[in-house]
Nanobody, 120 residues
Framework: QVQLVESGGGLVQPGGSLRLSCAAS????????MAWYRQAPGKQRELVAT???????NYADSVKGRFTISRANAKNTVDLQMNSLKPEDTAVYYC??????????????WGQGTQVTVSS
């Protein structure tokens, strides 16, 4: 089994910064794409950013230029640096990963979520 554990959420003022971290543990052979999603109250979960194991990244238009996703393959971690935060960034942020437990066994896993609140 595989577990993803997020940390780093909290309350921040508009214009401030936060850094989210996610660590994967368990029966891991390798990890493919890692991603951050978010879900605001009353809204659907949306993709924020993705990163491949070679470091290629993609971002939602709403966060381009403000958020940076990064990963450490040796540690099975993925981070999300969030700058210039806006009230509309308020949401529960979820880590997601495509994990290979062997050369033929693969699964998609979610973390439990971490709350980010941007408010003055």
């Amino acid at each position: 089994q595989v577990q993803l554990v997020e940390s780093g959420g909290g309350l921040v003022q508009p214009g401030g910064s936060l850094r989210l971290s996610c660590a994967a543990s368990g029966s891991i052979f390798s990890i493919g794409i890692m991603a951050w999603y978010r879900q605001a109250p009353g809204k659907q979960r949306e993709l924020v950013a993705t990163i491949t194991n070679s470091g290629s990244t993609n971002y939602a238009d709403s966060v381009k230029g403000r958020f940076t996703i990064s990963r450490a393959n040796a540690k099975n971690t993925v981070d999300l640096q969030m700058n210039s935060l806006k009230p509309e960034d308020t949401a529960v942020y979820y880590c997601n990963a495509d994990v290979w437990m062997s050369v033929i066994t693969r699964g998609n896993y979610w973390g439990q979520g971490t709350q980010v609140t941007v408010s003055s």
